[in-house]
């Protein structure tokens, strides 16, 4: 088969990583890709925003199989412009149409959903320019902290946790009235704040059946003890400790199946991965969040320790096949921890170079923002590369990666020293 995946990050490089370990692939080619994909495959100067560019390299390379890594090209309808083409359409996609992204794509539209399914979730209403005062009335009735989300895609900034009521209904009206993040602002969903520990779970679906792949857990704070801004994830764990059977059991019967039939039931086609951000409050599980593809640093956990050939899944729902095919998970844990540039997720340069060392013989690269230029690896985002590891459990996984980590260099680099670390106090 001829592959293209679609994006340039960590996820990406971990999405060709794992492609091109099956023996079903002939051709790989990222897009844009990165320094490390580069080794994986054929990296491709297009944007995964510009849909004509890539049909007319997809016709030209005869490519079978396009995986879409980040949401913006799902969201903005990339599956449908292929759909509509007869001379695109045999070209399978994986990811939804834009009517299944839109779980991603609008907050309100995803909480309307898990309403109207019985879905567990955290009570919410929804307000726009035309009722911001009934949205602070609202937040008068609500206990503190106040959860504020932003309806479309932010770019991961649309959500504000406030404890000051005064802030929290200052917040709404910029948002609202101030357009504080744009268009993705113009409706904010009100939500009450559920203390718990969070999770990550995903499926890969056809529409029909589904497979549960790993489930990891994520660390979004720059600082140690999750502390300071939030960033697009700083290292993940998997597998998690409490996301035992009976946990999962729960998961897969309140929430998967009826997403699943839900979608079916609205009469929307959903092909591609579904990523649950859940949360788990006294002993039951919650959706904080829906998204239309894998999560980012959790692919660079979650596809190590999948033993299945990811590409003959993608066959599975290329051909309507999924539920014939296997699923098997490695036993073993897996940690990553992402290396970051100095200031992120403020400022920071870029161009920087890289030096690898040695690696421990269980730690894999995944590259999140490198270029290569002139023979060198350089910085080019503020994330730069994952660095995952095998393990007996977590604690001897995230050792492992930092191990690898003490031979990697750039200038002013940065990266948490306690991934991992809360859910290994617990286990003890």
Request: net charge neutral; glycine share 10%.
């Amino acid at each position: 088969m001829i592959v293209l995946v679609l994006g340039s990050g960590g996820r990406e490089h971990a999405l060709a990583w794992k492609i091109s370990q099956s023996s079903l692939l002939n051709k790989l080619y990222i897009a844009p890709g990165n320094a490390g994909t580069s080794e994986l495959g054929e990296n491709v100067a297009i944007n995964p925003e510009h849909f004509d560019k890539v049909a007319d390299f997809a016709i030209k390379n005869k490519v079978e199989i396009i995986v879409v890594g980040p949401e913006g090209p799902l969201v903005n309808g990339i599956h449908d412009y292929f759909a509509k083409d007869p001379g695109l359409s045999s070209i399978t996609i994986i990811g939804p149409k834009k009517e299944g992204a839109i779980l991603e794509g609008s907050k309100d539209f995803s909480k309307k959903f898990m309403l109207k399914n019985n879905i567990p979730t955290a009570k919410y209403k929804s307000f726009d320019s035309a009722t911001i005062k009934e949205g602070e009335l609202y937040l008068d009735t609500m206990k503190p902290p106040f959860v504020l989300k932003a309806d479309g895609l932010a770019g991961g900034k649309g959500v504000l946790i406030l404890n000051d009521l005064k802030e929290a209904k200052t917040e709404l009206r910029q948002m609202l009235s101030k357009k504080k993040f744009g268009d993705a602002s113009n409706k904010v969903v009100v939500e009450e704040f559920l203390d718990g520990v969070e999770v990550s779970v995903f499926i890969i679906t056809d529409g029909m059946s589904y497979k549960i792949l790993p489930e990891a857990k994520d660390y979004k704070r720059i600082g140690e003890g999750d502390t300071g801004l939030n960033t697009g994830g700083m290292g993940a764990i998997s597998p998690v400790p409490f996301a035992n059977r009976e946990f999962m059991d729960k998961v897969e019967n309140q929430i998967i199946i009826p997403t699943v039939k839900g979608l079916r039931k609205e009469n929307i086609e959903y092909s591609g991965f579904i990523f649950f951000g859940l949360i788990l409050v006294k002993g039951d599980p919650y959706v904080i969040e829906y998204n239309c593809r894998l999560g980012d640093p959790e692919t660079e956990v979650i596809l190590p320790r999948l033993k299945s050939d990811l590409l003959d899944l993608f066959d599975g729902i290329a051909t309507d096949t999924l539920s014939e095919r296997d699923v098997e998970i490695d036993p073993k844990s897996a940690g990553t921890v992402m290396l970051v540039s100095g200031g992120y997720p403020e400022k920071y340069k870029t161009g920087e170079k890289i030096q690898i060392g040695d690696l421990h013989e269980r730690s894999v690269l995944f590259h999140a923002g490198t270029k290569q230029e002139n023979g060198e690896i350089l910085t080019a985002g503020g994330r730069v590369i994952s660095v995952t590891s095998f393990g007996k459990d977590i604690e001897s996984s995230v050792k492992n990666s930092y191990t690898t980590i003490s031979n990697i260099h750039f200038n002013k680099m940065n990266y948490r020293k306690d991934i991992g670390k809360d859910v290994i106090k617990k286990v003890k």
